[in-house]
């Protein structure tokens, strides 16, 4: 963490990033392209009809695998300083991985570095696992970790009667675990597609055709070859390019994690709601400060704060996903420079859930006030009393329970009276004058099974 950082993700929260920094920073960045560049190296190695890289021994391949295990910041650094000579950022990879081979048995192929590639194939398969590797290693287990919290939260809420609200008002009793459950199940779905996107690589030169590669070794199946590289680098081939991978599948991501974003804001706002109702405790923390002047106040600050992100990372997500498809003709570089703030996007949604986790963390469910609210809300048993007397054959029952309660103010004994004065069969009756609004929750509490333990 710096003090002068710009971004409040380096600054601020430059602690909550850990691990995602180990995939989108620049230092991630340059790690990748060496990566790739290696693993490309060593796949000539094995390519039959390209006699001029020649099989290396097992020594040769741990010897180039370790360059980039080994990869660090004093590495990056000084691919840096061979940038501020080439003025070219991958070409300045190129160039690091000869030095490092200067010395070893390796050096009578450092000509086949880079060999056949634009920059862009390199980029694209490094963007590509970047992306894989934040999404899949970092993002999916704090994601998965949020919501099974909250699966818990609903499973042990599911019994707990709860006055719904609809427009605001009084509605329908429901369960607190039931109304929980609904956002977990929505979750559940965005990571069911997150666990099935695709993260696309390209591999074919500087506008898609092999050119430069059936130039030098035009009897090389390239297509073949190059699908079984992208394929171990554990990416799925995209066969059909410009000099650009076309980017459709970090759309595809982002929407998810848009989707999945706004699913946490509509939650980060209910959980506010029934605080602010009274439904949910905060526990204090000690030394903590809600305000510099109302030493009673408690905030939901966490909830507050996850609000926050996710506006942010959707504004940089929406950008990305409908910016980086559109490219004119075979390329221009907008999508360079847009597409290194993905970790951006990524970043403020990872933090949206980390606040959201620890504001979970301090609720705890209180019963008296969720019992005050319902038995002030006499009138939400208008609705079954009027649907059992449809059942019965009443004349305008809607309308009679309408001029009963609208307005009026309910108790226990004006709703038991109404109903003692019906003509209904007895067990209806009964059921009737049993009936609490705490009671009335259909079968809320048996919905929860439908969310996934």
Same mark, same amino acid.
């Given at each position: 963490?710096?003090?002068?950082a ?16 180990e ?5 991630a ?7 790739v560049?290696?693993e490309w190296?060593i796949?000539?190695?094995q390519?039959?009809g390209l006699?001029e ?5 097992d020594?040769e ?12 910041e004093e ?5 840096k300083e061979?940038e501020r000579t ?5 070409k300045a ?12 048995t390796?050096v009578d192929v450092l ?11 390199i980029?694209?398969?490094?963007h590509?696992?970047m992306?894989?590797t934040?999404?899949h290693?970092?993002y999916?287990?704090l994601a ?6 909250v699966?818990?939260?609903a =499973? ?8 719904? /609200?609809?427009?605001g #008002?009084?509605?329908s009793?429901t369960?607190? *675990? %039931? =109304?929980?459950?609904v956002?977990v199940?929505?979750?559940? /779905?965005q990571?069911r #597609?997150?666990?099935?996107l695709?993260?696309? *690589? %390209?591999?074919?030169g500087?506008?898609g055709?092999f050119n430069a590669?059936t130039s030098a070794y035009p009897?090389?199946n390239?297509?073949?070859i ?5 394929e171990?680098?554990?990416l799925?081939y995209?066969?059909?390019t410009?000099?650009i991978e ?5 759309a595809e ?8 974003n706004n699913i946490?804001l ?5 959980i ?5 109702l009274?439904?949910?405790k ?7 400060v809600?305000s510099?002047?109302m ?6 600050i966490n909830?507050?704060?996850s609000?926050?992100?996710v506006?942010l ?7 990305l996903?409908?910016?980086l498809?559109?490219s ?8 360079s420079?847009a597409?290194?703030?993905?970790g951006?996007?990524?970043a403020?949604s990872y933090l949206a ?14 019963l008296q006030a969720?019992?005050?609210d ?7 048993l208008a609705?079954?009393?009027?649907t059992v ?8 029952p809607?309308?009679?329970l309408k ?11 004006t709703m038991r009276a109404?109903?003692e004065s019906l ?15 705490a009671?009335?929750t ?5 919905l ?6």
């Open positions: 963490m710096t003090i002068k710009i971004s409040p993700l380096d600054g601020r929260y430059a602690e909550q990033m850990n691990g995602l920094n995939c989108f920073s620049e230092w960045l340059l790690k990748f392209r060496v990566h560049e290696i190296l796949k000539m190695s390519v039959d006699a890289v020649r099989p290396f021994t020594a391949v741990n010897t180039l695998r370790g360059i980039s295990a080994s990869f660090n590495s990056s650094a000084r691919i061979i080439t003025k070219h950022d991958v990879v190129e160039y690091f991985i000869k030095e490092q081979l200067q010395n070893s390796l000509e086949f570095v880079h060999f056949g590639c634009t920059s862009e194939d980029n694209n398969l490094s590509a696992l992306l894989k934040a999404i290693d970092v999916l287990p998965e970790k949020f919501v099974g919290a699966a818990d939260l =499973e042990n809420t599911k019994d707990v009667s709860m006055l719904a /609200r609809t427009h #008002q009084t509605a009793p369960t607190v *675990g %039931k =109304e929980i459950a956002f199940y929505r979750w559940q /779905r990571l #597609q997150f666990r099935q695709e993260f696309l *690589g %390209k591999f074919n500087a506008v055709n590669h009897n090389l390239w297509e073949e190059a699908s079984s590289f992208v171990s680098l554990g799925a995209n066969p059909l410009t000099q076309s980017h459709d599948y970090m991501c982002f929407h998810v994690m848009m989707r999945f946490l509509d939650f980060d706002r209910d506010w709601q029934y605080i602010s009274g439904y949910f905060q526990r204090v923390v000690a030394g903590e809600g510099s002047t030493p009673h106040k408690v905030n939901p909830f507050e704060n609000e926050a992100n506006g990372s959707n504004a940089v997500l929406d950008h996903a409908n910016k498809p559109i004119r003709l075979q390329r221009d570089l907008t999508d420079s597409i290194r703030n993905m951006v996007g990524v403020h859930l980390q606040s959201a986790l620890r504001g979970l963390g301090q609720l705890s469910i209180n969720l019992e005050d319902l038995n002030h809300a006499w009138e939400v609705e079954p009393v009027q007397m449809r059942k019965a054959g009443h004349d305008n809607y309308e009679k001029e009963l309660t609208r307005g009026a103010a309910m108790t226990q004994e109404f109903v003509e209904l069969e007895a067990d209806d009756k009964q059921r009737l004058l049993a009936m609490t609004p009671s009335y259909g079968i809320a509490s048996q929860v099974k439908h969310i996934q333990k």
